[in-house]
Each structure stands twice: as C-alpha cells, then as structure tokens.
C-alpha cells in the first residue's frame, strides 16, 4: 500500500531577498484564513504547497539534488550536485539570478533529467503558463 504524502501550506510573502516565510498550515483553508485575518504584512502573500518528506522518499529512490543554472534561450550554465538550497517544488517559478539567468534545485533521477525539468519550468516561465506568470505589482522584480 502506497504511503500517503502529507501537504503543509506554507504562506510566503516578497520576492527575490526580501522572500520569506510567513507561517506554515496544515489545511490550505487555514492558510487562507490567515491571509484574510491579515496575518500576513506583505501586499501579495503566496500560499506554497510543500510535500512533507518528499526528499526522503525520493532520495531513498536513488535520485539525487541538482543545481541548474540555465540561460534564458535554455543553454545549460551550470549543473551542480552539491545543492544546498531548499528544493524548487513543481508549479513554483524558477529563480532568477543577477544576470536574469534561471536557476533552481532540482531533485531528479539523473542530471539529463534535471536539465529537462528546469528547461520544462523555464519555458513555461517564458510562456506565461500558469503559477509562473510575473507578478507586475512586486517592487523587487526588475
């Protein structure tokens, strides 16, 4: 019998250095509620669905972390094992680095895999699908 996966909510607010976590749910509709009680400062917040314990499981699966740097016209920068930042879950944005080159961490089978999930984020980033529409209203985005 397949493990249930647990969703926590997170409720994140800003952008780029001023992103940061505001609370942490375990219902979305909690998360809402302190959203609308105005539990969060920041004009826009965003509710963020995190699996709990996905890396384990998956890292249990042999697959492994990766960080991506990719060019906006998808040229593959850099591919780093050694990630150590938190994982870019599936419907985020990818980030953007100074150069507005995309990045991200990447959990995947191998690093072919890796590259074809953040080409897959980039495109749909450039393409306005979806979560990963930009924001006009955040200060920080350049």
Not at 42 to 50: F, M, N
Not at 117 to 133: D, F, H, K, Q, W
């Amino acid at each position: 019998m397949a493990k249930k996966q647990t969703i926590i909510y997170v409720v994140t607010q800003g952008h780029y250095s001023a992103y940061s976590i505001q609370a942490l749910f375990s219902t979305k509709a909690l998360a809402e509620k302190y959203i609308e009680a105005g539990g969060s400062s920041w004009e826009d917040p965003e509710i963020e669905e995190w699996p709990l314990d996905e890396a384990v499981d998956l890292l249990e699966k042999g697959y492994q972390r990766f960080f991506i740097r990719m060019a906006p016209n998808g040229r593959v920068l850099e591919v780093n094992t050694e990630s150590f930042g938190p994982p870019t879950p599936p419907g985020k944005k990818p980030g953007r680095d100074v150069a507005r080159n995309f990045i991200g961490h990447i959990t995947a089978q191998d690093a072919r895999n890796a590259i074809k999930i953040m080409n897959e984020r980039r495109s749909a980033y450039l393409n306005g699908i979806g979560m990963y529409e930009e924001k006009s209203k955040c200060a920080a985005a350049p």
